[in-house]
């Protein structure tokens, strides 16, 4: 009986292995794509994250450049230096206190950019984080119960192993 026993448990025990493993790829498959979108949306916000604050930086230098036209302040960005050197105290006066009012604007700007940015980046990665989550803990799951399988079909081959033995007629002599 042992034998019958441990040979139909290993069938099954074996049936239960190849359908687990069957499981494991698809959900590492599924794992290793959706790792993968989630790198390249990383990759793809943090190229918008750089471009956006290089055309603020410009923006800002042009609405310095503005602000101080409509100030009545002379400026050559060409030359900085020279251009500064030629402006009396009145005139330096009013640049500082545009490029400082810029400057506010600007850091309030992109602090608000940044807080509105974060919060849509994080909001459009968390549902593929969720999945990536999702999968990682099926992926954990199978692990655990293929190894239970395996150990499951060892232990019935080798049942089987023993049941075997007890078929085997013993050529003993009587006499």
């Not at 036209?69 to 030359?79: L, R, S, T, V, Y």
């Not at 968390?126 to 232990?155: F, G, P």
Request: net charge neutral.
């Amino acid at each position: 009986m042992g034998f019958l026993s441990g040979a139909y448990g290993k069938l099954m025990a074996g049936k239960l292995v190849r359908d687990l493993q069957y499981q494991m790829t698809s959900v590492q498959s599924r794992l290793r794509r959706v790792t993968r979108e989630v790198a390249n949306m990383e990759r793809m916000f943090s190229a918008q994250e750089r471009n956006i604050k290089m055309q603020m930086q410009a923006q800002m230098q042009a609405a310095t450049f503005g602000a101080m036209a409509q100030a009545g302040i002379q400026f050559d960005p060409n030359n900085v230096l020279g251009s500064m050197s030629g402006l009396n105290t009145d005139a330096y006066s009013k640049y500082c206190g545009v490029q400082q009012y810029v400057q506010q604007q600007f850091a309030m700007a992109q602090n608000i950019w940044q807080n509105t940015f974060d919060m849509m980046k994080e909001s459009q990665l968390q549902a593929l984080k969720d999945v990536e989550d999702d999968l990682q803990t099926q992926k954990d799951n199978l692990e655990s119960r293929l190894k239970l399988a395996e150990s499951e079909y060892e232990a019935k081959k080798k049942e089987e192993q023993a049941g075997a033995k007890s078929f085997t007629p013993e050529y003993t002599s009587q006499a």
